[in-house]
């Protein structure tokens, strides 16, 4: 087996259904020189037959790295998937995004020494989440701003994001007020710049843990490219049990030490004493 030019991590926890959707999306994918890493927060049996079946259907190498549940430790298990990935550049995901076929290949194609990547993703209703079948995916008509339309979606200016080309999308990723953040759902970077900085702080549950890692990549001198409007997932609605105010104040807190101190490494991440 050669070496993969990219690792894909996708985090997880019990939604089988959604999984599903999103590696059918990356059996689309045009770059084929990757591998995944399924991020598993301690989900049960039909995620984990999922995987094993899914091996067997799609033609890109997947590991799952699982850890048993313990309420939401998405940082811990981001960190064990890091250490798994065997390329030098890792792309980051999740479980609900699925990717359009030129997804790998933007982030291929931008990653640069020194930077991280920053995208966004297209959020869906859950009416238009539950109809979207294998071959809307596989065909990709799922992400063609007509047939979306077909299914109810309705008018935005976000609905850009599927359409823009050349000019236009280079011209919207430069204007985008948004912040060029490190984005769980949708971000690259250098393993060793991740390893460098010791991957994410895991003290932090819900809530901004990913923006954090990205605020300590800048401190250690990184900068962050803006594809925002190049490298286009489609976001499948769920609820979120999972979101608690306490977890977002911790977190804020540990964010603002980190920006305060100017800290470029967590004493509470990949490498603990």
């Known amino acids: 087996m050669h070496k993969p030019e990219i690792s894909i991590i996708i985090s997880t926890y019990n939604s089988e259904d959604w999984l599903a959707k999103v590696m059918w ?3 689309a994918q045009t ?3 990757f591998e995944m890493i399924i ?32 309420g939401f430790q998405k940082s811990q298990i981001l960190n064990k998937a890091i ?13 609900d995004c699925m990717a359009r076929r030129d997804y790998v290949d933007v982030h291929i194609k931008e990653r640069e020494e020194g930077y ?7 959020m869906l209703p859950m009416d238009i989440s539950k109809l979207i079948t294998k071959e809307d995916i596989l065909s990709q008509r799922c ?23 050349g000019r236009k999308r280079q011209f919207l990723n430069t204007v985008t007020p948004t912040n060029a953040s490190w984005n769980g759902h949708n971000a690259s970077g250098w393993k060793k710049d991740i390893l460098a900085i010791n991957g994410f702080d895991e003290r932090m ?22 594809i925002r409007y190049s ?23 540990i964010r603002a030490t980190t920006k305060k101190e100017n800290r470029k490494w967590t004493d509470f991440g990949i490498k603990q004493d």
Request: charged share 30%.
């Open 31 to 33: 770059y084929k020189n």
């Open 143 to 165: 992400f063609n701003l007509k047939w979306l339309k077909s299914k109810g979606l309705k008018d935005s200016f976000k609905n850009n994001k599927l359409t823009a080309k």
């Open 25 to 27: 999306s990356y059996e």
């Open 231 to 253: 490298a286009v997932c489609l976001h499948l609605d769920h609820p979120r049990g999972y979101k608690t105010k306490a977890s977002i104040d911790k977190n804020l807190a």
């Open 116 to 122: 991280f990547l920053s995208g966004g993703y297209f």
């Open 39 to 70: 991020a598993d927060d301690g989900s049960k049996q039909p995620t984990i037959d999922l995987i094993e079946t899914m091996k067997k259907e799609v033609n890109y190498p997947i590991v799952h790295v699982w850890h048993k549940d313990n």
């Open 205 to 226: 549950q819900y809530g901004g843990q990913d923006r954090e890692l990205g605020e300590r990549l800048f401190n250690y001198g990184l900068k962050s490219k803006q």
């Open 83 to 95: 250490l798994a990935c065997s390329a030098d550049y890792v792309l980051m995901s999740d479980g």
